[in-house]
């Protein structure tokens, strides 16, 4: 085979000791709806979001802290581009595992986007990781201090925005 293609999601995820979103009882979801959300799912949505951010910060946010490391899925996909026969890996998942286990970034299409930065809403300014993983530990909510009132979010892609145009131009 010379053109090989991954698509991974949360089962890869959770066998590297991530929660997936669904699960009854230990789902992010579930833990969200502690908070007494009817739709857990609102968590990640753009609206409810500027609406709501703390909501993010007390649970969401808790997604970055996840202690995880690539497993022996992730290194099959790179053996595969050791090969030279990776086509592409696309992903559902956040976690960013296939950028730890070495796996190209030219190759990898993270169709949520990843936790591994974060900026502003409105102005779209970087934030230092360290200090939004502070604020995530902290539970408090973190605005711009470019434009100071933006909120500051990890680069996921949330309900009510598009795909990365990564994503997109990949079937092009």
Known sequence: YRKVVFLTGAGISVAAGIPDFRTPEIGLYAQVAKLG???????????????????????????????????????????????????????????????????????L???????????????KSEVDMSVFHTAIRQKKVLRCEHCTEGLVKPDVTFFGEALPEKFISSFQ
């Open 37 to 107: 959300l009817e739709q857990p799912e609102l968590i990640f949505t753009l609206d409810y979001f500027k609406q709501k951010p703390e909501t993010f910060y007390t649970v969401g946010g808790s997604l970055l802290l996840q202690e995880a490391h690539p497993i022996g899925a992730h290194f099959l996909i790179k053996q595969f581009q050791k090969l030279g026969c990776l086509h592409k890996c696309f992903t559902q998942n956040i976690d960013g595992l296939e950028m730890e286990a070495g796996i190209d970034s030219d190759l």
């Open 109 to 123: 299409i993270q169709a949520h986007g990843h936790m591994r930065s974060a900026r502003c809403v409105e102005c």
